[in-house]
């Protein structure tokens, strides 16, 4: 009887262990992940420049969907503050650098711990750090609360290629050479406009601030941050060269009336010579940008403002834009990293390049060879990085006092205001204190 015990647990046992080993290697059925929800609120790009990478992340990484909401650049400025001290959950948010950081940062979490934790302890070799140094300069108890994607400058100038090569011109470097090139464009094209630019209070400013700053590139830092003031030598000397502008012909005293859109219009069908804006211009060097925007110009190069002086250097004002940070009220702070590095290292970034948004604060980043197609393009594009990584100060902009300013240049140009009534105008308007 114990015999024929032995040998019935025996054979039980053995079925037992077969059953479980088959059991292990049998696969499990499979949980469905979690599908998570990222809310993705700011104010640049726009929706239709940011949905088709945002669908592309969603179909890379299928347990996350982004539900994006873009807001027009000031009304943005009241909105997110007020959701954010709310308490909504948001897991994404665009930051304005400037006044927006020390607004904002107290709902927003800190960057170096969350990339630390979801991004890898390397996180930071990735970005330029001068980059992050200045996002960092924006928060008053210097912590890092977004990361911007990276730089936009300005003033440079973009030029019609075609119409250069026809008249036989070389690229301006310096103002004698851009008088002389104004005036061959008129003589030998009266229907072309030699140089264009928004006549829009802010950029007229834009410009005057451009023009200060090659010889004297501290001057915007030294109002920005410290007590400098607004009617220097350097500063009335810059307002006199941007009124000897219009004497001399390089400018028509009808710019004063085209505002931004016209201004490009211009430019973009081939009705003006050389068009002076932003860095954020810069898809105009691409040949597939100005197929997808139908704008009607075959070769396109980028120059600095020509210098007016000897001692002069060309220069810009440059400044981080379009940041993201994540906010203390999200609930998906993991995804929310995933989301951020796909948009500033990783393919969102490749694809947003294609729009020319900013130069990347991503190390080593390379542009898709088929952008540039031409040396002049790429010519433009190494002098476009050229000039926004060392820029003459910071485009860390005061935008009602850029306004107010603008309109004091404007009068100057349309009602002979003399450069010295001018600048001590706009000291008067910086020393009220309505603009700080």
Same mark, same amino acid.
């Given at each position: 009887?114990?015999?024929?015990?032995?040998?019935?647990?025996?054979?039980?046992?053995?079925?037992?262990?077969?059953?479980?080993?088959?059991?292990?290697?049998?696969?499990?059925?499979?949980?469905?992940?979690?599908?998570?929800?990222?809310?993705?609120?700011?104010?640049?790009?726009?929706?239709?420049?940011?949905?088709?990478?945002?669908?592309?992340?969603?179909?890379?990484?299928?347990?996350?969907?982004?539900?994006?909401?873009?807001?027009?650049?000031?009304?943005?400025?009241?909105?997110?503050?007020?959701?954010?001290?709310?308490?909504?959950?948001?897991?994404?948010?665009?930051?304005?650098?400037?006044?927006?950081?020390?607004?904002?940062?107290? $709902?927003?979490?800190?960057? %170096?711990?969350?990339?630390?934790?979801?991004?890898?302890?390397?996180?930071?070799?990735?970005?330029?750090?001068?980059?992050?140094?200045?996002?960092?300069?924006?928060?008053?108890?210097?912590?890092?609360?977004?990361?911007?994607?990276?730089?936009?400058?300005?003033?440079?100038? &973009?030029?019609?290629?075609?119409?250069?090569?026809?008249?036989?011109?070389?690229?301006?470097?310096?103002?004698?050479?851009?008088?002389?090139?104004?005036?061959?464009?008129?003589?030998?094209?009266?229907?072309?406009?030699?140089?264009?630019?928004?006549?829009? $209070?802010?950029?007229? %400013?834009?410009?005057?601030?451009?023009?200060?700053?090659?010889?004297?590139?501290?001057?915007?830092?030294?109002?920005?941050?410290?007590?400098?003031?607004?009617?220097?030598?350097?500063?009335?000397?810059?307002?006199?060269?941007?009124?000897?502008?219009?004497?001399?012909?390089?400018?028509?005293?009808?710019?004063?009336?085209?505002?931004?859109?016209?201004?490009?219009?211009? &430019?973009?069908?081939?009705?003006?010579?050389?068009?002076?804006?932003?860095?954020?211009?810069?898809?105009?060097?691409?040949?597939? &940008?100005?197929?997808?925007?139908?704008?009607?110009?075959?070769?396109?190069?980028?120059?600095?403002?020509?210098?007016?002086?000897?001692?002069?250097?060309?220069?810009?004002?440059?400044?981080?834009?379009?940041?993201?940070?994540?906010?203390?009220?999200?609930?998906?702070?993991?995804?929310?990293?995933?989301?951020?590095?796909?948009?500033?290292?990783?393919?969102?970034?490749?694809?947003?390049?294609?729009?020319?948004?900013?130069?990347?604060?991503?190390?080593?980043?390379?542009?898709?060879?088929?952008?540039?197609?031409?040396?002049?393009?790429?010519?433009?594009?190494?002098?476009?990085?050229?000039?926004?990584?060392?820029?003459?100060?910071?485009? $860390?902009?005061?935008?009602?006092?850029?306004?107010?300013?603008? $309109?004091?240049?404007?009068?100057?140009?349309?009602?002979?205001?003399?450069?010295?009534?001018?600048?001590?105008?706009?000291?008067?308007?910086?020393?009220?204190?309505?603009?700080?």
């Amino acid at each position: 009887m114990y015999s024929m015990r032995s040998k019935l647990f025996t054979i039980v046992s053995i079925g037992t262990i077969i059953m479980m080993l088959v059991g292990c290697g049998a696969p499990a059925a499979t949980q469905p992940q979690e599908v998570v929800t990222l809310k993705y609120q700011t104010w640049y790009p726009a929706e239709s420049a940011l949905r088709p990478i945002l669908d592309q992340f969603e179909k890379d990484n299928p347990n996350i969907k982004v539900e994006l909401t873009v807001t027009e650049s000031t009304k943005y400025q009241q909105s997110l503050p007020l959701a954010l001290n709310s308490g909504e959950a948001i897991d994404v948010v665009g930051v304005q650098s400037g006044l927006m950081v020390e607004q904002i940062r107290g $709902n927003l979490q800190p960057m %170096d711990q969350l990339m630390a934790k979801y991004a890898g302890s390397d996180w930071e070799s990735k970005f330029v750090p001068g980059n992050l140094k200045t996002a960092r300069s924006l928060a008053s108890d210097g912590g890092l609360y977004f990361i911007p994607l990276g730089r936009l400058g300005s003033a440079v100038g &973009f030029y019609n290629g075609a119409i250069f090569d026809e008249l036989g011109l070389k690229v301006p470097q310096t103002y004698a050479e851009l008088v002389a090139v104004a005036k061959t464009i008129r003589e030998k094209k009266p229907d072309v406009i030699p140089m264009v630019f928004p006549g829009d $209070n802010w950029f007229q %400013d834009e410009l005057v601030l451009t023009i200060v700053g090659q010889d004297d590139p501290s001057f915007f830092n030294n109002i920005r941050y410290k007590d400098g003031k607004w009617d220097t030598a350097s500063y009335i000397q810059a307002l006199t060269e941007y009124k000897q502008m219009y004497t001399d012909g390089v400018l028509s005293l009808d710019n004063q009336d085209i505002l931004y859109d016209q201004a490009s219009k211009l &430019f973009y069908t081939g009705k003006a010579a050389m068009y002076f804006n932003g860095t954020w211009e810069s898809g105009l060097l691409s040949a597939p &940008f100005r197929q997808t925007n139908k704008i009607e110009l075959t070769d396109v190069g980028l120059m600095a403002l020509p210098t007016f002086t000897a001692t002069g250097t060309p220069s810009l004002r440059s400044f981080i834009e379009v940041g993201l940070g994540v906010p203390v009220s999200s609930t998906h702070p993991a995804e929310a990293i995933k989301l951020i590095q796909y948009l500033l290292e990783g393919p969102g970034l490749t694809s947003l390049m294609t729009n020319f948004i900013v130069v990347p604060s991503k190390v080593g980043f390379v542009l898709n060879d088929s952008l540039l197609t031409t040396q002049r393009a790429k010519d433009g594009y190494a002098l476009l990085e050229k000039l926004i990584n060392n820029p003459a100060g910071d485009r $860390n902009n005061m935008s009602a006092l850029s306004a107010q300013i603008g $309109n004091e240049l404007q009068a100057m140009i349309t009602k002979d205001v003399s450069p010295e009534d001018t600048a001590k105008t706009i000291q008067a308007d910086y020393a009220s204190g309505r603009y700080k």
